[in-house]
């Protein structure tokens, strides 16, 4: 759902008066009767009013609080500062707008899985929940050092992830709200602040556990009936047994290996075997394995349309996965599925991360030590590099300078310490030398102008930033999905969830010799102990090899006309070479998806997006609260 957020200014009214393809978007107003929510309307997507117009609140997404306690919060707010408590309210995954005598609150999720995005224009900030609808409205052009940042891998990291694909559109920092004046200004407030890691292992399951049954409790209130993955792996069988103990509705999904020997399959079924009657489980054939990875000849690489993924917040984060995702859409609506389950962020939330180390020596020094040693002997890591690494201390704006002067260094050995701010992340072999300097003068930008870190800890803000790469990789998911008639959502991401897996001791959370020991204790009595005692991990290098192969034909053929090398963004020649002696670096083949996913959207007339929204819905009857057109608004006054 796209919707636009519009300050109390004369020039908002204008500007929708005179966009002609938002003329029948569903609006909700100021109290001035100036547009205010320009397309919150959209079947499937909860919406709550709340209050007279001089002081609304409006939810949108999939929240879980009462009505009644809701408004009694607004009614407490003197400000919009004052609802931050009503956001740590809401259970599930939403967005929340507030107008308060026309001075405005909007706010996504702490993941990014909801975002909001800005534009300047017209002499006013305007805001939306994507950033296509602003690039349409500002005639935004592409932004070649954010389009050149997205070829790096393994993500895009914090601060470049705030930038979009088109100049001048950028997102909402995460733990922030955007507060735009009724002067046409802007700025951010946050609201959140990582909890400190102080909570010991058995409460913070308990909270973890409560958390995850209303974040599926609350779609399952919104949806009905579920659809879920069902991996093999903890994060996603998890999700699976929650919806079973709650009586959920649910079909669940596995898509069957390829290679006999990965224990995914075999754990997937141990799964199913318990599920009660109100899961139904299905594994599908090899062919939506087929379809996990690869360079695939899709629509938007040759220049149609009909299969087209949906490019409009720009290159995506999935593309490799589109034939699989699109094929588990259309077998989950025929299964009467209207929502869509996935495990996405469980690693980021319950798995090891090496600067966690960094930070227990300075929290919990003496817990810190044996594991530092047993992780230095397990990764081999040597003692020198692994002292300095530890004794490190340099500040964010370092470390986005020394990112900077590394982005076409060989990648980091398996042995070779990480306990900095950020991911050893890297352009691939065919970035021009223009595309490096883009990004390159892209972080040193933000290193000069200070830009902090997500949080002031290295792995509070590590934590954070994968958590929004996951959530904007939900949030394009979800859009491309949402054709075939079924949301994609991952209750891992909800700010609730997050809060609840981060407030645990970094002891308890990465002990040594257990595998995800919060989420393990979360689940106990929900997951049968069985599965949560597995320890080995399923690979997919068959499906990987597989298609790689597959593509590599329609790949090299790209490289014939490649988009990015009319931009001077990468080196048709060595991409082509690269694709017919594939090299066995661990991060060819990543490097390789990222580029054709930014190919694939060059290629697709979402570069120059259109100002489209939701209609404003039509009744037969009378309308118990009536959303009216930009026209409707026009014409009354």
């Known amino acids: 759902m796209d919707f636009l957020v519009l300050p109390d200014h004369p020039a908002a009214h204008d500007l929708i008066a005179r966009t002609p393809a938002l003329a029948e978007a569903a609006v909700i107003p100021h109290a001035s009767g100036r547009p205010w929510i320009v397309g919150c309307a959209a079947d499937g997507e909860g919406i709550r009013v709340l209050g007279p117009p001089s002081r609304r609140l409006v939810v949108a997404g999939h929240p879980r609080t009462a009505a009644g306690h809701l408004q009694r919060l607004v009614d407490r707010a003197g400000s919009l500062s004052e609802l931050d408590q009503a956001a740590r309210s809401l259970a599930g995954c939403c967005h929340l707008m507030a107008s308060f005598d026309g001075w405005v609150r909007a706010q996504g999720s702490l993941s990014t899985a909801r975002q909001i995005f800005t534009v300047r224009l017209a002499g006013i900030t305007v805001a939306a929940s994507g950033p296509a609808p602003l690039a349409a409205l500002a005639k935004a052009p592409c932004d070649e050092a954010a389009l050149a940042g997205r070829l790096l891998t393994p993500y895009l990291p914090w601060p470049l992830s705030r930038r979009s694909v088109w100049r001048g559109v950028e997102a909402v920092t995460p733990g922030h709200w955007l507060e735009l004046t009724p002067d046409g200004a802007a700025r951010e407030r946050r609201w959140w602040q990582r909890p400190a890691p102080r909570t010991p292992l058995p409460q913070a399951a308990g909270a973890l556990r409560e958390a995850l049954r209303e974040a599926v409790r609350v779609r399952a209130e919104s949806a009905g009936t579920l659809s879920a993955d069902l991996s093999g792996g903890l994060d996603s069988t998890s999700l699976c047994f929650v919806a079973d103990d709650l009586a959920v509705r649910t079909h669940t999904y596995h898509a069957v290996p390829l290679d006999p020997r990965n224990p995914d399959h075999r754990w997937a079924r141990r799964a199913a075997a318990h599920f009660g009657p109100s899961v139904h489980h299905t594994d599908l054939p090899h062919d939506h394995s087929e379809r996990l990875f690869g360079l695939p000849a899709d629509a938007a690489v040759q220049g149609g349309v009909e299969e087209e993924p949906d490019g409009g917040e720009g290159p995506l984060n999935w593309r490799w996965g589109g034939p699989h995702l699109r094929a588990l859409s259309r077998t989950a609506a025929a299964a009467g599925s209207r929502l869509h389950l996935m495990g996405l962020g469980g690693d980021e939330l319950f798995g090891p991360l090496p600067n966690g180390l960094w930070t227990m020596l300075r929290t919990e020094p003496r817990a810190a030590l044996p594991q530092i040693r047993r992780r230095r002997l397990l990764n081999r890591w040597p003692l020198t590099g ?109 700010d609730r969830v997050i809060e609840a897996a981060l407030s645990v001791r970094l002891s308890e959370r990465m002990p040594s010799g257990r595998f995800k020991p919060l989420l393990t204790e979360a689940m106990r009595g929900i997951v049968p102990p069985e599965i949560l005692g597995r320890t080995d991990k399923g690979e997919f290098s068959a499906e990987l090899y597989e298609g790689l192969a597959r593509g590599r034909e329609p790949a090299v053929a790209l490289c014939a006309g490649l988009r990015l090398g009319e931009r001077g963004l990468a080196d048709a020649d060595v991409l082509r070479a690269a694709l017919l002696s594939p090299s066995d670096e661990g991060r060819y083949a990543a490097h390789l998806e990222r580029t054709v996913a930014v190919e694939a959207w060059l290629r697709s007339p979402h570069t120059t997006p259109a100002p489209r929204l939701p209609a404003a819905p039509r009744t037969a009857g009378p309308a118990t609260s009536p959303l009216p057109s930009a026209t409707e608004l026009k014409e009354a006054s």
């Open 386 to 494: 692994t002292v300095r690494g530890l004794a490190d201390r340099a500040g964010f704006p370092e470390a986005l300078r020394a990112l900077a002067g590394r982005l076409t260094s060989p990648p980091p050995q398996r042995w070779q310490v990480g306990f900095g701010w950020t991911g050893e992340l890297r352009m691939p072999a065919w970035s021009t030398p223009e595309a490096v300097a883009l990004v390159r003068g892209a972080l040193l930008d933000e290193a000069d102008a200070g830009t902090p870190p997500l949080d002031a800890d290295r792995f509070g803000h590590q934590v954070l930033e994968y958590l929004a790469f996951e959530g904007t990789t939900m949030r394009q998911t979800a859009r491309a999905m949402a054709r075939y008639g079924v949301g994609w959502e991952a209750p891992f991401l909800d």
